[in-house]
């Protein structure tokens, strides 16, 4: 989504290190080829460490764009093509969008548009440009839907009240006119003409009028409150199930907190929808209905009155363009402050682990210093906001009164007329304010819908496409067999983590994962699990890709443990069963007794109905890792996966649950840095800078690292030969 405030559009960033693939996608918007944020994060392969030029070029090319990477000093940057991507602060990119007298206008993805003068530029750019220019194999596109098609699209699931709040609008045309044309006939016949026996008449009906313009604004406000609740309740929930159903990779880029406050912005859509939105159409008509009225009066004083109103709503359409830039950058601090603040306090025992509740303090107060210092600008424009309709009212009202003069001292306009043409100036201006004052609104809509398309537009994990639910299948029976072929993973594009992983775990069997840290072992157990979806290859359970099993039963049958598990504020019972009351009893009895469990229930006096806090549950670590492992093994699954499940029992309680679990029949994954987990399991893999080196029985394994670790010269098994023995193990 973009804010247009100049030649360039500004596309802001959603996480820190989002400037490059944002500053790409302002630069392709400028030449003509829109892309989503998420399109540009994608080509310039944006990893947790952001990106470099190099990789800015490299993805710049992939769009057809031609690009140089150029070294210039400020002042010859004037003679370069705009829009230029510069490397700003040695850690951030921004784009020059043109220079001017003033200064160097730049396009910040972190704040917006900003002008900057030559002393801040010179201070902050280290002189490293990209250029960029079409080349033969670029690809014009259109223009991507902008903020009013999106939001007319959200009014499109409610037509009853759009069409209610326009019908109401335009009815109230006739009591307002009615109450004109009452002052009017006062004012020449009761007034002029001493009819005194109208009087009565003329003043009931004036306050019938304006007793019925009252009820039906009042009307008309009941049913835009209730259709603005309607579409936030929309937008939350859909972005909610839209969030719950997208890969492990968004979230892996994005905080928290930031996810949850975009949620929280089905208000302000709905807000904006229901009020400035459902209010176009009436209050264009009932302006231009007005004007009407007003040039069987006078059409050269309703002409007048015209140009006063287009006066309005252009200087106001210019203010709602800086206002929209500012209200998006201020979301978006909002954002990454409020994902600091979670983020923060889930890690406060750290921060007091180690002394550093000061430095917790100065972060969020820097990140809530920068989105308040971000809410006091668009304050300030609001403000300027907020005076147009008495600078409006006024320019009517000496409009109306130095053309009105003249035309009664000529006699082309009676005393009456003017004082009806008065009035009905003042009717205009409510209606000319309100789409003046809906233009801001409409353009804030752009930094909320930004934030909120980030989440439609990310695709949807596989399991969770459409096509793929529909061509669900499953075994007749579940055995438990898991095969990976040729799976290949990163965490950004050209990066590989894990690389051609085939492994075949027989059902039944107990697999232990070995190797150093940062090897690859928890991302391989995901992977396994179906929590992280591969770059390349297929994880089968039975033959069937994880992606084509119904997710219902794929959560039942693969259970992933991790190490540090989730306790919820509820009782043992609840965090047991997760509030899943499908789950048998007889499984929970054995899930109870196989993980030891059991001895923290008659610890406690309420036993399995003892309340625990998330915040604070009263369990040991290994108490913990208990009631995780009972967790899952209480819906019989077929396999399990456990990433470090166990590290915080004793050597006795873990041996005797890894009996428990060989008892159960399934199929057991664990990562392990413990020699004697890996000896009590049947087979255990090696992993070594993203592959298997190492395959058979745990002993050999373990024994062949420790004369490695004894003897660097001794030689590993290469790639080629870990297949090999991997194939004859499965056999």
């Not at 490059?20 to 540009?40: D, F, K, Q, Y």
């Not at 492990?248 to 912005?265: D, K, N």
């Not at 809410?375 to 300030?380: D, T």
């Not at 029992?649 to 392990?672: H, M, Y």
Request: proline share 5%.
């Amino acid at each position: 989504m973009s804010i247009f405030g100049g030649g360039t559009p500004v596309i802001l960033q959603m996480e820190a290190t989002e400037c490059g693939a944002a500053c790409l996608a302002m630069v392709l918007a400028a030449h003509g080829r829109p892309i989503t944020l998420e399109e540009a994060r994608v080509a310039c392969a944006t990893a947790r460490d952001g990106v470099d030029a190099a990789r800015l070029v490299v993805a710049a090319r992939s769009f057809g764009l031609e690009t140089h990477g150029l070294r210039r000093e400020p002042e010859d940057l004037a003679l370069l093509p705009m829009p230029l991507i510069l490397h700003w602060n040695f850690d951030h990119f921004v784009i020059l969008d043109r220079v001017t007298r003033s200064g160097f206008v730049i396009l910040d993805p972190a704040c917006g548009r900003r002008l900057v003068d030559r002393a801040e530029f010179g201070r902050s750019f280290t002189g490293v440009a990209l250029s960029f220019q079409p080349g033969p194999g670029f690809e014009r596109r259109p223009p991507r839907r902008t903020t009013l098609g999106l939001l007319l699209d959200e009014a499109r699931r409610s037509p009853d009240a759009i069409a209610l709040t326009a019908l109401l609008g335009l009815v109230g045309i006739v009591p307002a006119l009615a109450l004109t044309a009452a002052i009017g006939v006062f004012a020449d016949h009761v007034v002029g003409q001493s009819r005194l026996a109208w009087a009565l008449a003329l003043l009931g009906a004036i306050l019938g009028a304006g007793l019925l313009q009252f009820v039906l604004g009042v009307l008309r406000e009941r049913i835009v409150a209730a259709l603005r609740s309607k579409i936030a309740t929309h937008v939350a929930v859909a972005g909610f199930w839209r969030a719950l159903h997208l890969p492990a990779s968004f979230f892996a880029q994005r905080s928290a907190g930031e996810i949850v406050s975009r949620l929280r912005l089905g208000s302000s859509v709905g807000e904006i929808v229901g009020g400035p939105l459902a209010r176009l159409v009436p209050d264009g008509v009932q302006a231009l209905g007005y004007l009407g009225v007003m040039a069987l009066f006078s059409p050269g004083l309703a002409a007048v009155l015209a140009v006063v109103c287009c006066v309005n709503l252009i200087s106001m359409t210019a203010l709602s363009r800086r206002v929209a830039a500012a209200n998006a950058a201020a979301q978006v601090a909002e954002g990454a402050a409020a994902g600091i603040a979670t983020a923060g306090m889930a890690a406060l025992s750290t921060y007091r682990l180690h002394g550093r509740e000061r430095l917790l303090v100065e972060r969020i107060a820097a990140a809530e210093d920068t989105a308040l210092d971000r809410e006091q600008r668009i304050g300030v424009l609001r403000a300027i906001g907020l005076a147009a309709p008495a600078a409006s009212g006024l320019a009517m009202t000496i409009a109306v009164l130095t053309v009105g003069a003249v035309l009664v001292m000529d006699g082309a306009l009676t005393l009456g007329g003017l004082i009806a043409c008065q009035m009905i100036a003042g009717l205009i201006n409510g209606p000319v304010v309100s789409l003046a004052a809906a233009m801001p609104h409409l353009q804030e809509a752009g930094g909320a819908f930004a934030r909120i398309d980030d989440l439609q537009r990310y695709p949807l994990a596989r399991a969770f496409e459409p096509d793929r639910q529909a061509q669900e299948r499953q075994p007749f029976r579940i055995t438990g067999h898991v095969r990976l072929e040729a799976v290949s993973f990163g965490f950004a594009p050209g990066q590989p983590l894990l690389r051609d992983i085939t492994l075949d775990i027989p059902p039944g069997r107990i697999l232990a994962i070995l190797g150093p840290s940062g090897s690859g072992k928890s991302t391989l157990a995901r992977l396994i699990a179906g929590m992280t979806e591969p770059d390349a290859g297929r994880v089968l359970l039975d033959g069937i890709g994880l992606e084509d099993w119904p997710q219902p039963l794929l959560r039942r049958t693969l259970q992933y443990v991790p190490q540090q598990a989730a306790v919820f504020s509820g009782s043992l019972d609840d965090n047991l069963h997760l509030w899943d009351h499908a789950i048998r009893q007889q499984d929970s009895a054995q899930a109870i007794l196989r993980t030891g469990l059991h001895g923290v229930v008659a610890a406690r006096a309420h036993g399995m109905h003892s309340l625990l806090s998330g915040h604070s549950p009263a369990l040991s670590g290994g108490e913990i890792q208990r009631l995780a492992l009972a967790r899952a093994l209480s819906r019989a699954p077929r396999v399990l996966v456990l990433d470090e499940t166990t590290s915080a029992l004793d050597f006795a309680a873990e041996a005797d649950i890894l009996d428990q679990l060989r008892l159960s029949g399934a199929t057991v994954v664990i990562v392990t840095h413990r020699t004697g987990t890996a000896l009590r399991c049947d087979d255990a893999i090696l992993l070594d800078q993203g592959a298997i080196v190492a395959c058979g029985a745990p002993g050999a394994i373990l024994l062949r690292e420790t004369m490695a670790a004894a003897d660097p010269s001794l030689p590993r098994p290469d790639r080629a030969e870990a297949r090999a023995a991997i194939g004859a193990a499965s056999r």
